[in-house]
């Protein structure tokens, strides 16, 4: 064990693009990694014997890491300290946040990645990635039982990626960086209610549901090329597409409808629900980083509460080309 | 030739409850009559010469039935008028109508249907209503060119059938009576331009959009079997799952989606879309009477500008059990 830490890391957000749902059923996904996720910085403290602090005052987080401990964060935070081998007092860690806890936009993988970098040999070179996402996992499964480890890829990986269950991640090419604006409606999503209600939808009209799902997927497949030779006009009409054909899974909310009929009056291309739905966040595409900026003003002046709200204020991130 | 017309003669409206654009796929559909469709009366006129008169006040018509006109209406009435061997002169025909004209509701089909009723053999039984059907059918192709005989089926029969293309109708069996609310959204629908538009998104993206159709056609099958069941819930929800599908293939309006939630707001158990979309109507489904009637309440509240003119006015309308 050394007793040091780096002084900064940082880790991406993650936000499903398209295939949420699907997903589940066999079928890929594509989400990308948010730049504006998650920065720490650790300093000692005097007393080197003191207990780890960490404080993320954008997530209302201001922790002891005690062993006794049986929050959540503390104890996946120790989990990940101790797979890496690191201190687990004598420091203070503070984090910059650039994203709501809790939307479905991967913060728990955010700080568990970011944290394996602040600890991983931190005096010998940048970690491996895939050491940072094995350490990143042993939190993760402190807040989700059993992750499928795409958020812990994309937080510490970026970009976009492609996954399908039992095959992993694979780094999709983009041609041309995509403008989005992302959009947390302040209603919990309830990510085992929705999927169970899937389930049960299809369940009672398999010969209904069934091909919705295969639809879903194969509108990735057909997306993940446009992504991949810049055909802006087919991904945002696959985007939209998606959002009708996850509405009729029953996974969208009236505050997310209206937020995606914002978006596109104020000059989105394409918006749509990410993630599990019945809450959480949608997304609007834009062409240009200036539609993004009028979608952005168009949403402040007619959902001026959401906006007034550090955790539903809309906010736009660009995910670049490669 | 006879002189005579009968005092008087009525037909149903159309709309379409669930598979409309699959059916241009071979998926079978669903429409149901109006009763509130059209009732026409006949009186002679002192003239027995002077032209035959038309005055539908609801509909904006005030035509003289001269074979000179190139008026749709006109020649098609003097089509079917000349196909059961009427007279053309000497009858002023008034017309009382529950139903807009021009809004996928069959307003003309029920014309020709209940102008049929009136001419063929007046001073006998009660016209067979394949005859009946047969003679709309030429005042449809004047409307229409190829029209599909649903409308004129429809019209004449009432009551709730099935169809698919190249099979004709077969009535389906109700058994419960529903309860409809049918909302024109008073912007033009635009049939040939969305039937054309699904098919070049078919066009483009075939494993999307195939899935999609064969989905809305195993929704019919479903719903067709509930309706005979009297699953209410079932039939409720597979059509708020048929509005998102037509979203999806792109037919849908931000009139008529603004339509459809503010239904749902106010108590319907489901809203959709009923014929090509792009405007034209959408229709809101209750479980009783007296939510029809919140429902009908909370439009009137709400989107006062379309309840005050008769062209765009909600109604309520019941389906009967059978």
Same sequence: chains 1, 2.
């Avoid at 079928?27 to 080197?48: F, K, S, T, Y």
């Avoid at 005052?57 to 049986?70: E, K, M, Q």
């Avoid at 992993?168 to 409606?185: D, F, T």
């Avoid at 918006?271 to 809450?279: D, F, R, V």
Wanted: hydrophobic share 45%; proline share 7%; charged share 20%.
């Amino acid at each position: 064990m050394t007793l040091a830490l780096r002084d900064q890391a940082s880790a991406c957000g993650k936000i499903i693009l398209l295939g949420e749902h699907s997903v589940v059923y066999g079928h890929p996904a594509l989400a990308a990694g948010l730049r504006r996720g998650l920065i720490l910085r650790a300093r000692p403290l005097a007393d080197r014997h003191a207990p780890m602090e960490l404080a993320i005052p954008g997530w209302n987080l201001d922790l002891r890491l005690l062993a006794s401990s049986d929050h959540p964060v503390v104890r996946a935070c120790l989990e990940v300290l101790a797979h890496c081998d690191a201190p687990v007092t004598g420091w203070r860690i503070e984090g910059d946040v650039g994203l709501p806890s809790g939307a479905g936009l991967g913060s728990s993988a955010a700080l568990s990645v970011a944290l394996a970098r602040l600890a991983i040999d931190p005096e010998g070179p940048e970690p491996d990635t895939d050491a940072v996402v094995e350490a990143s996992m042993v939190g993760e499964r402190i807040f989700h039982g059993t992750p499928s480890g795409l958020d812990s890829e994309v937080a510490a990986r970026g970009g976009v990626n492609a996954f399908a269950r039992g095959q992993g991640c694979e780094p999709v090419r983009l041609a041309a960086p995509l403008h989005l604006v992302v959009m947390p409606s302040g209603v919990p999503r309830q990510t085992g209610t929705l999927v169970a209600g899937v389930r049960a939808r299809r369940d009672r009209y398999p010969r209904v549901i069934d091909p919705v799902l295969d639809a879903c997927g194969a509108l990735v497949v057909r997306a993940r090329a446009a992504i991949e030779s810049g055909d802006f006009g087919t991904v945002a009409e696959l985007a939209n597409v998606a959002q009708e054909l996850l509405s009729a899974l029953g996974v969208s909310h009236p505050v997310l409808d209206d937020l995606c009929a914002l978006a596109l009056r104020h000059g989105a291309a394409a918006a749509k629900l990410t993630g599990a739905g019945g809450g959480g966040c949608a997304f609007a595409l834009c062409e240009t980083p200036a539609d993004a900026a009028k979608v952005l003003a168009g949403l402040a002046r007619e959902r001026p509460e959401l906006a007034a709200d550090p955790r539903t204020a809309p906010f736009a991130v660009e995910i670049d080309a490669t």
